[in-house]
């Protein structure tokens, strides 16, 4: 039993290393094929929009959803922008930005060079219509949870403002934001909730029809349930780029008719669910076209603290840990689609430590936690789950055995996927197995775990722990970047140990990708969001 | 024949209101929201302040029967309301639809009486033979198969192997898209077909009056095409109008598979999201469609048979 237990625990920790290695290959990958070739102008790209049959809205402030952004990426621009290479935010529409000694003013040089698709240039204007417009009060933009952080913001939004006062127009370029919490407002204005748009095309009415943004593409065609198609902007602001002359984003929620489609080269991307990752890694050719990278996206149980007592004691927690087999998960049912959890942040935080190592599985010593803890015959709990594949029922069914062996009986409880949001905000559960979005904010994701959020924000578990409480007070606190991540690592290994969740694995999204195709970028904020003007296609791309 | 059309138009009237209720009841105790569902598989995120700012916009916090009650009065001049999710009217959203819709369920349609008939109609004039025999295995398969995998078979076959027609999409509109689904979504009705024209036809070729016909020295050609297609043809038409109306709903799966932008790929779209507006709205435009259809089927039997009177 013994040594089991001890190749369970080697495999995790070589496994670790295999897929920390795999993915600084990806990356590395990645960008040594953009070095060592030269990008070909034209050609046309046939991205998949995956997620759903349709768009939402090209619209980009009525939307917060990841389908929509594929198509965002090419049309619109917000403040900053996700640099894969470097793993971190980049300035995307201001050349510099300056902060305040406080560092609650920030002053943003702005692009002087970018130009919407109607031609007119960008200024601070339109930054300040497009935040004005995310915060109108009788609408429910998304966006308005990232620019609600601005000073002034909140009475725009209850309609005792009409202009944000923590906006200041110096001139044309320059703009002053003062915002209410010391954070790098790099985290709150990159996504495509916060786009920048031309005050003079949304007023026309029919902007999600015609969208004029300030991206490489412009818009071309929408075929609603089918596709969009965008040409290449002339006037971009990156030298050379976009490459390609034309980008289609095609919808294809079905993954078999999507491998179908991608075999017979009529899509030059596809994103690969388990089965096919499985089929496509063992093929020689399609093998070499395969992009795999860590998401921000953590799989785990949810513990509810004030809705089940056992839950309430640390080693019932922890038991849970080391009761279930996760590497055997993810290798059998998964097939190797995910990354073991080694924490609540994912490894592209700078918080993650990447010296800790997992629960391993231990069966004996849950059962010893158990009874330590006043369990020593287990206890019966409630688990809520969805059907999917990958965190879903077929987990829930494959741990249950596992959790019996210790004296756990789980009952499992079946939900639709679209609830699961609504049960975790009213606390309607025991337990709740879900995939959580944990970046690209360490400091944000970290505070679903403060004690002083509220359950509706995201505190799903009920936690309460002092000293975590006081390390995230002083993370908040700290100006210094480097050392608030040093201070967000001591905070994400406390939770790690307190286990207010069983850590499950990381999304390890694959984008399966066409010989012909360059440039793509392992974007682990959303493997499908791709900044498409640093792809291209070579000579041997059937699509004209 | 005007005083048949005013009834069966009058009749609709109620059906609908009852499919409205009944639409917007069902919606209204499913647990989840359109504002949770946004959550995409824990891919978005969306704080409470804007939840309970969108449940207002949307009009969500209202009294059911206010909300219900709304909706009947804004139905009732054609106005269908608001997507949750694009925020744009969904008498627009149908429109963009339809066409593909209609489009995609004429073609199934055509498919399914050319193939089906002709098979019905050669295996009952040759009962016991190798084409009947082989006709009705055919049509016993067709029924069993599931859209599902019988479109994917026809993509690996047609498109991946053959390299004849593209796998999916709607391309330019054209007929090279619209085969693979036309047919993924025809072969059902093309089965249901098969068997009713057979048992139809043969059940004509025994009647008293195709004997007199006979015997009266008759041809057997003109038998057939005077006698037998024509009293077969009223219970074929049955067959095809039913099918014909409900195929706008069975298209739900061809759409989704074919990436066809369809009402049917809208509406299970919008139920995932729980995009009420506009759930509400396809379902009324596939039962407004089946009722019309059914309609004119009705008034067909009384240009093919003028036995047949509607008191």
């Not at chain 2, 054609?78 to 925020?87: A, K, Q, V």
């Not at chain 2, 479109?151 to 090279?176: E, I, N, T």
């Not at chain 2, 099918?243 to 009402?263: D, I």
């Amino acid at each position: 039993m013994r040594s089991n237990e001890n190749v369970h625990e080697g495999d995790g920790l070589m496994r670790k290393l295999a897929w920390l290695a795999v993915a600084a290959i990806a990356v590395i990958g990645a960008g040594t094929a953009n070095a060592q070739q030269t990008p070909r102008k034209g050609g046309t790209l046939r991205m998949t929009a995956p997620y759903a049959a349709s768009f939402g809205s090209l619209d980009p402030h009525v939307t917060p959803r990841a389908q929509d952004d594929i198509v965002g990426k090419a049309l619109q621009r917000s403040l900053y922008n996700w640099d894969t290479a470097a793993n971190k935010l980049t300035l995307e529409l201001a050349k510099s930005v300056s902060a305040s000694a406080d560092g609650l003013t920030y002053t943003f040089k702005l692009r002087d060079d970018a130009f919407f698709h109607n031609g007119r240039k960008m200024t601070a204007d339109d930054v300040i219509f497009s935040f004005t417009r995310i915060m109108d009060g009788s609408k429910g933009y998304p966006g308005a949870r990232y620019v609600r952080l601005i000073k002034g913001a909140v009475d725009v939004e209850k309609g005792t403002a009409k202009e944000i006062s923590g906006l200041k127009k110096v001139d044309d370029y320059t703009l002053e934001m003062t915002i209410t919490d010391r954070v790098d407002p790099g985290y709150y204005f990159f996504g495509g909730s916060t786009a920048i748009l031309p005050k003079e095309e949304v007023e026309k009415g029919n902007y999600a029809s015609n969208p004029v943004g300030l991206g490489p593409f412009k818009f071309k065609e929408h075929i609603p349930g089918s596709r969009v198609v965008m040409d290449r902007f002339d006037k971009f602001y990156k030298t050379g780029q976009p490459y390609l002359d034309k980008l289609e984003v095609l919808i294809m929620a079905e993954a078999a008719a999507r491998d179908v489609a991608f075999r017979n080269k009529e899509i030059d991307t596809s994103i690969l669910g388990p089965a096919q990752y499985v089929a496509y890694r063992a093929d020689p050719q399609l093998s070499k076209g395969i992009l795999e990278v860590a998401e921000m996206f953590t799989r785990s149980m949810h513990m509810n603290l004030n809705s089940n007592k056992p839950f309430q004691d640390k080693r019932v927690r922890q038991a849970f840990n080391y009761a279930i087999d996760s590497n055997l998960i993810i290798s059998r049912l998964v097939k190797d689609k995910a990354y073991r959890a080694t924490s609540w942040l994912p490894p592209s935080s700078a918080a993650f430590d990447k010296t800790v190592k997992p629960y391993p599985y231990d069966p004996e010593k849950a059962k010893k936690l158990l009874a330590e803890a006043g369990y020593p015959n287990g206890f019966e709990f409630e688990w809520t789950t969805s059907q999917n594949e990958s965190w879903g029922l077929p987990i829930v069914e494959a741990v249950i055995p596992m959790l019996a062996r210790v004296g756990i009986k789980a009952k499992p409880k079946l939900v639709e996927v679209t609830v699961l949001t609504e049960i975790l905000m009213k606390g309607d559960h025991q337990a709740l197995i879900a995939s959580s979005l944990t970046g690209p904010d360490s400091l944000a994701t970290l505070r679903c775990y403060y004690s002083k959020t509220p359950r509706t924000a995201c505190n799903y578990t009920g936690f309460n722990n002092a000293e975590f409480d006081t390390l995230l007070d002083s993370a908040a606190q700290e100006g210094d970047m480097a050392k608030r991540d040093e201070i967000l690592k001591k905070a994400n290994n406390l939770l790690y140990d307190e286990a207010p969740v069983w850590f499950f694995n990381y999304n390890k999204a694959v984008l399966a990708f066409q010989p012909w195709v360059h440039g793509l970028q392992p974007n682990p904020t959303e493997i499908t969001h791709q900044y498409p003007e640093n792809i291209w296609v070579d000579a041997s791309s059937p699509a004209k | 024949m005007l005083l048949v059309l005013g009834r069966r138009l009058a009749n609709i009237i109620p059906t609908m209101l009852a499919v409205v209720a009944l639409v917007f009841l069902l919606f209204s105790v499913l647990p989840g929201s359109f504002i949770s569902g946004m959550n995409e598989d824990g891919r978005s995120t969306i704080d409470p302040a804007v939840m309970e700012r969108m449940r207002k916009e949307m009009g969500l916090d209202d009294p059911l029967i206010e909300r219900f009650a709304k909706y009947v009065a804004a139905t009732a001049t054609g106005d269908l309301g608001i997507s949750f999710r694009t925020r744009e009217p969904v008498t627009k959203m149908l429109a963009g639809r339809i066409w593909p819709s209609l489009k995609l369920v004429l073609a199934a349609m055509t498919f399914a009486i050319l193939v089906g008939v002709t098979l019905g109609f050669l295996a009952a004039l040759k009962p016991g033979s190798l084409i009947d025999t082989a006709a009705m295995v055919g049509a016993i398969s067709g029924l069993s198969l599931s859209q599902f995998w019988f479109g994917l078979m026809l993509m690996y076959l047609f498109a991946l192997k053959l390299q004849w027609l593209p796998s999916f999409g709607y391309g330019d509109g054209g007929l090279r898209n619209l085969i693979l689904p036309a047919i993924a979504l025809g072969v059902g009705p093309m089965a249901l077909l098969a068997r009713t024209t057979r048992a139809a036809v043969l059940d004509v070729l025994n009647a008293d009056f195709v004997r007199t016909a006979r015997s009266k020295g008759m041809s057997e050609r003109r038998v057939v095409e005077w006698h037998v297609l024509r009293n077969a043809l009223v219970l074929v038409i049955t067959i095809v109008g039913l099918q014909f109306g409900s195929l706008m709903g069975q298209a739900v799966v061809v759409e989704k598979l074919f990436a066809w932008p369809g009402v049917g790929s809208l509406m299970v779209d919008s139920v995932f999201q729980r995009d009420m507006p506009t759930v509400q709205g396809c379902i009324l435009m596939i039962v407004l469609f089946f009722l019309v259809i059914n309609t004119l089927v009705d008034l067909a039997y009384v240009v093919i048979d003028p036995r047949i009177r509607y008191r």
